[in-house]
T-cell receptor, first 113, second 113 residues
Framework: DAGVIQSPRHEVTEMGQEVTLRCKPI?????LFWYRQTMMRGLELLIY????????DSGMPEDRFSAKMPNASFSTLKIQPSEPRDSAVYFC???????????FGPGTRLTVL | AQKVTQAQTEISVVEKEDVTLDCVYE???????LFWYKQPPSGELVFLIR??????QNEISGRYSWNFQKSTSSFNFTITASQVVDSAVYFC??????????FGGGTRLMVKP
């Protein structure tokens, strides 16, 4: 069974450009999470969905960030416009049920020049 | 609000030594789950264990063992007879009924041959 799939694995872009990160959760998992990892702030939860509905987006840094989950098998995290301080590794995770363990994707390393 | 503290930012041991990684959590919830994740140099986050707040039994899995003590709000992780492949960053995390997974700052373990 495939794990959580993220694309791209690496993204280098210039300040001001739009960036879209993609995630395919594990089939059957009804929770999807987006995290950001930086040296300064560690692992931070940005937003999570339950059954495709955003439940808590209090971790989203600012309006430049948006996330969607149009169906159970796909989610996107968009940054527009991107800034150098957005450089980080972005992880997507999914879990079955309320207290199920979260399985993480390999992450997308974003560099904004 | 939840908080997870991993006071040891970095630990260095020689192969075959035992090592304990400390984790202290804070929560107002009576129902919660605690987790440990491993992040090897390759960057992915690997799930190791989940414990719920009602089960204080210690757990052993091969060379890994976990000591959960509600009285001290601790969930410590011990690696017995450490190996070079154990070198990684280890994260402790807690999750409440709101599904918010809060990570500690991580402990970088270096096992030298």
């Amino acid at each position: 069974d495939a794990g959580v799939i993220q694309s791209p694995r690496h993204e280098v872009t210039e300040m001001g450009q739009e960036v879209t990160l993609r995630c395919k959760p594990i089939s059957g998992h009804d929770y999807l999470f987006w995290y950001r990892q930086t040296m300064m702030r560690g692992l931070e939860l940005l937003i999570y969905f339950n059954n495709n509905v955003p439940i808590d987006d209090s971790g989203m840094p600012e309006d430049r960030f948006s996330a969607k989950m149009p169906n159970a098998s796909f989610s996107t995290l968009k940054i527009q416009p991107s800034e150098p301080r957005d450089s980080a590794v972005y992880f997507c995770a999914s879990s079955p049920g309320t207290f199920g363990e979260q399985f993480f994707g390999p992450g997308t390393r974003l560099t904004v020049l | 609000a939840q908080k997870v503290t991993q006071a040891q930012t970095e630990i260095s041991v020689v192969e075959k030594e035992d090592v304990t990684l400390d984790c202290v959590y804070e929560t107002r919830d009576t129902t919660y789950y605690l987790f440990w994740y491993k992040q090897p140099p390759s960057g992915e986050l690997v799930f190791l264990i989940r414990r719920n707040s009602f089960d204080e039994q210690n757990e052993i899995s091969g060379r890994y063992s976990w000591n959960f003590q509600k009285s001290t709000s601790s969930f410590n992780f011990t690696i017995t007879a450490s190996q070079v492949v154990d070198s990684a960053v280890y994260f402790c995390a807690s999750r409440n009924a709101g599904n918010m997974l809060t990570f500690g700052g991580g402990t970088r373990l270096m096992v030298k041959p």
